[in-house]
């Protein structure tokens, strides 16, 4: 009996004496996490200096941005058209992802063969989609990629839809069609 008295004893001075770590200060790593600050989910947020949102950084380009050097405007397209050429080598060229973005973005318009007659002008929704093989109608890749970044006439930009390789992959795709329609 003397025995399990002793191991008792033992293990309460055992546990008293562990709880106790006065060698060791209690760090919080991350206070705020502990300790946020309180806000009602539809309350007022105050912002400094009124300001409800901030603007980036003069001269900071958006991750994953690559910023177009030509301008909008007709001496831009016109520079587009005679300067620009296509960044794809020939084993880079995807005419089948060239053809699938066209038929979701271009087709509707202008036509799953490029002659204007898309599903949108034979409702006589839009009027006036010519077809790539109008004559003194000389586009070239740079037209094209300029013409689907910025948009003309009453075609919008596609620049949000489309990144940068995809433009490249459409561009190839519909001066191959440009080159079926003239034979």
């Known amino acids: 009996?003397?025995?399990?008295?002793?191991?008792?004893v033992i293990a309460l001075v055992f546990v008293a004496v562990s709880c106790n770590k006065s060698t060791a200060p209690n760090?919080?790593?991350?206070?705020?996490?502990y300790?946020?600050?309180?806000?009602?989910?539809?309350?007022?947020?105050?912002?400094?200096?009124?300001?409800?949102?901030?603007?980036?950084?003069?001269?900071s380009i958006a991750r994953g941005y690559v910023p177009f050097d030509i301008e909008n405007s007709t001496e831009g397209y016109d520079l587009a058209k005679t300067t620009l050429e296509s960044p794809l080598d020939s084993m880079a060229v995807d005419?089948?992802?060239?053809?699938?973005?066209?038929?979701?973005y271009c087709g509707i318009c202008h036509g799953n063969k490029g002659n204007g007659q898309g599903n949108l002008v034979k409702r006589e929704k839009i009027l006036g989609?010519?077809?790539?093989?109008?004559?003194?109608?000389?586009?070239?890749?740079?037209?094209?990629?300029?013409?689907?970044?910025?948009?003309?006439?009453?075609?919008?930009s596609y620049a949000n839809q489309l990144n940068e390789e995809e433009r490249w992959q459409v561009v190839s795709y519909v001066l191959k069609l440009k080159a079926d329609l003239e034979k």
Do not use: C, W
Request: net charge negative; proline share 5%; glycine share 12%.
């Open 1 to 8: 009996m003397k025995s399990l008295i002793k191991i008792v």
């Open 27 to 33: 760090y919080q790593f991350m206070p705020n996490m």
């Open 35 to 59: 300790e946020s600050a309180g806000y009602e989910t539809y309350g007022e947020a105050k912002f400094p200096n009124g300001i409800e949102a901030q603007l980036p950084a003069q001269g």
């Open 95 to 104: 005419l089948n992802r060239g053809k699938e973005l066209y038929d979701i």
């Open 129 to 156: 989609i010519p077809s790539y093989d109008d004559a003194g109608r000389a586009i070239t890749a740079g037209s094209i990629y300029h013409t689907i970044y910025y948009g003309k006439n009453a075609m919008g």
